[in-house]
């Protein structure tokens, strides 16, 4: 039996439906080439600002056995470096997606307009969930300024554009949040990113592990799963039809994946597992879940895409 992992973002087709998270390993041109040549679906770069970034103090990432924890602060090297990447990227024949995470709304702006006429960019994805650059609060918590960035962001003709949200943890934020995309020629939602300002403690040493906000950072990996798995089945509930859903959040194996799939994702990201494996990780999850889909005699991600069944 052939089975295919083939699905679309927005319109745009991938060839399968596993991809990386913006964030780790997608900062330089070595790493956006590795992930070029690799079975990633996409090349998807790290966020990027107006000007080039050297991010926060180290250590500033961490991870054990459960996940990760991170405060990088938006390390980059600005958005002309990933606009002028985008025709070298033409070479590894899939999609290539620029994260954009202005410090201003203004920076989002010039950002957008002048990314607009590079044509080798697939897409954009808009950050409004970045937790660790000290006091700028995660744009996506605070729903009229979220209101205010997509009125003004889609005022112009531009690339496809995406958002990636940060977790919500209550019923009406889910509702709140999604009345308010679905005003918007948003082509899809990727769900979610880091679980902002967690702690994680070395016992030995009675300390934090990394250094900056005194320890808090952006939590990732097996911790944030079922938060992950949450954000993706509200928002595909939620949200228009012709709004897609990118899963990320806890996705380390073929049935984490298939996971995501059931609650509705069109594709999903690989964040901390990647970091951790490198991106041989594309191939192996690749791997299992079409063995998990041929057990299930699945052929294809439409067979089971969120279609995650209560109990009656
Ligand atoms: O660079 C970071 O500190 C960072 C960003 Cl931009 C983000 O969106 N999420 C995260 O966990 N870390």
């Not at 699905?7 to 330089?28: H, R, V």
């Not at 595909?236 to 994702?265: M, N, P, Q, W």
């Amino acid at each position: 039996m052939s089975i295919n992992l083939n699905t679309t973002i927005g319109g745009i087709a991938l060839n399968s439906c596993i991809y990386n998270a913006s964030g780790p390993k997608c900062t330089t041109k070595e790493e956006l080439e590795n992930i070029g040549k690799s079975f990633s679906a996409a090349i998807l770069t790290k966020s990027s600002t107006l000007e080039l970034r050297e991010g926060n103090p180290s250590p500033r990432y961490y991870e054990n056995d459960l996940g990760s924890i991170n405060s990088m602060g938006l390390p980059n090297k600005g958005y002309q470096f990933y606009a002028d990447l985008a025709k070298n990227m033409r070479q590894y024949n899939k999609p290539y997606f620029v994260s954009v995470a202005g410090l201003s709304l203004e920076n989002n702006l010039t950002m957008l307009q002048d990314l607009s006429s590079v044509d080798a960019i697939d897409a954009i994805e808009l950050n409004l969930s970045c937790p660790n650059v000290p006091g700028k609060p995660q744009t996506g918590y605070d729903f009229e300024r979220t209101q205010h960035v997509l009125d003004k962001v889609c005022q112009f003709d531009q690339h496809t554009l995406g958002i990636k949200l940060p977790p919500y943890f209550d019923l009406i934020h889910f509702r709140q949040m999604a009345e308010i995309i679905n005003q918007y020629p948003i082509k899809f939602v990727t769900c979610v990113n880091s679980i902002g300002n967690g702690l994680v403690i070395d016992i030995d040493q009675e300390q934090v592990v990394i250094k900056p906000k005194d320890g808090f950072g952006g939590i990732g990996g097996d911790y944030i799963k079922p938060t992950a798995l949450a954000n993706v089945r509200q928002f595909y509930l939620l949200l228009r039809d012709d709004i897609d859903i990118i899963g990320s959040g806890g996705a380390k194996t073929g049935s984490d994946v298939f996971e995501h799939i059931l609650c509705g994702a069109s594709a999903v990201q690989i964040g901390t597992q990647y970091m951790k494996e490198g991106t041989s990780c594309f191939e192996r999850i690749e791997k299992e879940l079409k063995n998990l889909m041929l057990q299930k005699n699945y052929t294809s991600i439409k067979d089971f895409q969120g279609k995650l069944q209560s109990i009656k």
